[in-house]
């Protein structure tokens, strides 16, 4: 057998790495191609396989096309898990629209430019931020559920645009594989501001770092059905990974020695909402189709986790005595970074921020200081538990998604507040006419609608008029009024598009 050529973006990045090691560990299977910026670091992280033949390096940008056809050129598959992410992704809103957009019109652009289009392979990596926060109650989701970016989220406004470019694309094959939080020894360096954006009481579902390599690699191979693509998938390493934000802490300070979170940080220092997290009904469809989990027990996980970090965290457990400390000097002042920090925003009363994240400045203040007052909630984790509902998407998804016809848009649109106007079905990979409850017309995919989740691209975040929404759109209403008040009269307008360094 011939090997298969991947083209591979992000591969200096933690998730892009791994994949790129995954493949690279088969190199009798595939040629890799990847696209990498030019720079001293990179050239260094990849210099002892410069002159391996399986290997071939394209020095450049995702934003050119120029490169980004040079990469694809010649693939049997793109894997594209590159761009922009947090946190700078917070800091730089512009240039992160722009990058990922981009990259995306790049690749489709390049694809349609081959020989044979139909003939490549295209995978997405989205982001669980494009469903927002889903807390208890409503944390049990599945694709299909609304998008529902958070307020300030501009990271997750790019990975939708890009989303739906390879869903309307027109491509034979194409699938995004929506990424949850990834584990993975660096995470230990993450100490920014947005680590204070996280609720307590939100959930996530974690992937290891090794899981989303071993995906990226086997979603190239032959076993691989036809059925696979042109869906949307999310990415969870499985029950085991289903954590409170609260339980991550815990395990995380834990396996360095430094014990309960509660002697570092205080409750109020955390958002209550507007960040993003969820467990997944559906996470098994993809582990049916990919089989990349290795099924570790989450707290061997942690216990190996911490062989892997470099010696400076390995300290930290001399640093248990001093938590007092810590907690004072170091972790303090994190959220009282300006701009970011949640300590800053409470002080300088800043009250958009304050609304988006806390539902205002009084039930801010409302908040206990201390953890003996603060009420910490732990769900059941089994997918199958009696707790566990699911959203209404408006049409009946026992029938074969192929045999949905005109009338079961109108009846989906209807639930969205607004109308199918189309006449016919081509197919459900087509663009058909749609009326938002706002009265805007818009052309989409009824895979897109239905299955992505996706409704008026004009409309969605902007102006983030979430609670008018909601009113108007009972399909989004299942995920807004469980964690706001029907009285709440909150908006953010574009001029909440903070461009710091830009």
Not at 116 to 132: L, N
Request: proline share 6%.
């Amino acid at each position: 057998m011939s090997k298969k050529t991947v083209a591979l973006t992000g591969a200096s990045g933690t998730m892009g790495f791994q994949s790129f090691l995954e493949l690279y560990a088969r190199k009798d299977e595939f040629d890799i191609v990847l696209l990498i910026r030019d720079s001293e670091k990179n050239r260094k992280k990849f210099a002892k396989y410069m002159n391996d033949p399986a290997v071939r390096f394209v020095w450049g940008d995702l934003t050119s096309y120029e490169d980004v056809f040079a990469m694809v050129s010649g693939a049997d598959y793109v894997l594209h898990v590159g761009g922009m992410v947090s946190p700078a992704a917070d800091y730089f809103p512009t240039r992160t629209l722009k990058t990922n957009v981009t990259a995306a019109e790049n690749i489709v652009r390049a694809v349609k430019a081959q020989p044979d289009p139909d003939a490549v392979k295209v995978v997405y990596i989205g982001t669980v931020a494009e469903t927002g926060d889903r807390n208890p109650p409503i944390h049990w989701a599945r694709t299909g559920d609304p998008i529902k970016i958070s307020v300030y989220d501009h990271y997750a406004i790019s990975k939708v645009k890009a989303e739906a470019i390879f869903a309307e694309s027109g491509l034979k094959y194409w699938v995004s594989l929506r990424q949850s939080g990834i584990l993975y020894p660096a995470i230990l360096k993450n100490m920014e501001p947005i680590m204070y954006h996280v609720p307590m009481n939100g959930v996530l579902e974690w992937t290891t770092v090794e899981d989303a390599g071993r995906l990226m690699a086997n979603v190239c191979g032959d076993d691989i059905p036809e059925e696979f693509w042109r869906r949307f998938y999310n990415i969870g390493s499985g029950e085991e990974y289903r954590l409170t934000n609260y339980e991550f802490e815990e395990l995380l300070l834990g396996t360095l020695g430094l014990g309960s979170p509660k002697k570092l940080f205080s409750p109020n220092w955390f958002t209550t909402r507007n960040f993003h997290g969820q467990w997944y009904c559906d996470g098994d469809v993809l582990e049916e189709y990919c089989h990349f989990r290795a099924n570790i027990p989450v707290k061997q996980y942690f216990r190996e986790l911490i062989k892997k970090v470099e010696p400076f965290y390995r300290l930290a457990f001399m640093a248990r005595p001093y938590g007092t400390l810590l907690k004072k000097f170091m972790m303090k002042p994190i959220a009282e970074v300006e701009n970011f920090g949640t300590l800053w925003w409470a002080e300088h009363n800043v009250p958009e921020r304050m609304s988006a994240y806390y539902g205002g400045m009084e039930k801010y203040r409302d908040l206990p200081d201390k953890w003996e007052d603060f009420e910490l909630i732990t769900p059941s984790k089994k997918a199958d538990s009696e707790e566990v509902v699911t959203l209404d998407h408006g049409y009946d998804e026992y029938k074969p998604f192929e045999e949905l016809t005109i009338d079961d848009l109108r009846r989906a649109a209807e639930f969205r507040g607004g109308q199918c106007l189309a006449e016919e079905l081509k197919d459900m990979y087509t663009p058909v006419l749609w009326k938002s409850a706002r009265g805007s017309e818009f052309m989409m995919s009824p895979n897109l609608v239905l299955r992505g989740g996706h409704w008026c691209p004009e409309e969605l975040p902007w102006p983030w008029d979430y609670d008018t929404e909601a009113k108007i759109n009972p399909f989004f209403a299942q995920v807004w009024y469980p964690l706001h008040d029907k009285d709440e009269n909150n908006y953010y307008g574009p001029e909440i598009f903070d461009c710091f360094g830009e």
